[in-house]
């Protein structure tokens, strides 16, 4: 069974920074793509950034130049590190592992906010 948790979510001043984890068990994070997802108050859910296995990634217009994602292969762990955080950042923010099936953490909160 696979499990995915979050964490690392909190409350930070606008331009402050953040490092979430996601740490997985029952499968193995070098084989799958994954994603961090977040959904704000009142929006829909976005995407913000994916590691492909082959290790390139994407990110969202919104966060591009801010925000990097990472893998520990060692430690099944997907980082995302988020610098120069703003306030339209504040949402929950979700991890998401793609290798066949989909699988999903339960969601960290971020709060930018002075």
């Known amino acids: 069974q696979v499990h995915l948790v979050e964490s690392g979510g909190g409350l930070v001043q606008p331009g402050g920074s953040l490092r979430l984890s996601c740490e997985g068990s029952?499968?193995?994070?070098?084989?799958?793509?994954m994603s961090w997802y977040r959904r704000a108050p009142g929006k829909e859910r976005e995407l913000v950034a994916t590691l492909y296995r082959g290790g390139s990634t994407t990110y969202s217009d919104s966060v591009k130049g801010r925000f990097t994602i990472s893998r520990d292969n060692a430690n099944n762990t997907v980082y995302l590190q988020m610098n120069r955080l703003k306030p339209e950042d504040t949402a929950v923010y979700y991890c998401?592992?793609?290798?066949?099936?989909?699988?999903w953490g339960q969601g960290t909160q971020v709060t930018v906010s002075s």
């Open positions: 029952g499968m193995s994070f070098g084989i799958a793509t």
């Open positions: 998401r592992a793609v290798r066949i099936s989909e699988y």
